[in-house]
């Protein structure tokens, strides 16, 4: 048991010292935005105990302000669209977007801005923040990883993977429709690409 220890804890002071390398030789930018070709924002529900039906939004903007020399200091912030609401099945996608759960004609967008990053290595943080839907705004906590960081191939510009997942209780925010077949727990996760902000900027302007 001792020796399993022992080699685990050296795995990770290895790859934490690795990845520390890595961004201190890359030069990194401070400013970062979401790449959309390659984000996902995915949740999935329990539908009457029989099957899970899992969906997602297609149109979400992100920002990302982090330094390397001040981790603590991340900020990080994301605006989906509800409106973008894709489940494969299009009469099911329309009534999410009714009263009865999105609401999307008097509640366009839901927001997430962070307000806490606490970092357990150089690749795992727990961001805290305030999330808004319906028009209420409560604490959530994402669990991120970093998956990679570096320079694309086929960019060759800066690009930082990442994962977050979470847990939004949809009756805290007043979308109760169907509660008692419905998972009301949902789980959520993002996947995605960051990149620099200006180049985003300037592919936007050209």
Do not use: C
Not at 162 to 174: E, K, P, Q, V
């Amino acid at each position: 048991m001792a020796n399993a220890l022992t080699t685990t804890v050296k795995a990770l002071f290895i790859a934490s010292t690795l990845t520390a390398a890595t961004l201190a030789s890359a030069a990194l930018p401070t400013q970062w935005q979401l790449d959309n070709s390659h984000t996902r924002v995915g949740f999935s529900v329990e539908h009457l105990g029989f099957s899970t039906t899992m969906g997602h939004f297609d149109k979400v903007d992100g920002t990302l302000n982090y330094n390397m020399k001040a981790p603590d200091k991340t900020q990080m912030s994301f605006v989906i669209d509800t409106d973008s609401i894709n489940t494969a099945w299009a009469a099911r996608d329309t009534h999410l977007k009714t009263n009865d759960f999105f609401n999307v004609a008097k509640y366009p967008t839901m927001t997430f801005k962070s307000t806490k990053v606490d970092f357990i290595n150089p690749q795992q943080a727990k961001v805290t923040g305030d999330f808004t839907l319906l028009g209420q705004t409560k604490p959530l906590t994402l669990n991120v990883t970093l998956k990679k960081i570096g320079n694309s191939p086929m960019t060759k510009e800066p690009v930082i993977g990442f994962r977050a997942t979470g847990n939004i209780d949809r009756t805290a925010y007043g979308m109760t429709t169907f509660a008692d077949g419905i998972t009301t727990n949902v789980p959520i996760q993002i996947d995605g690409e960051l990149v620099e902000k200006k180049v985003i900027a300037q592919k936007k302007v050209k």
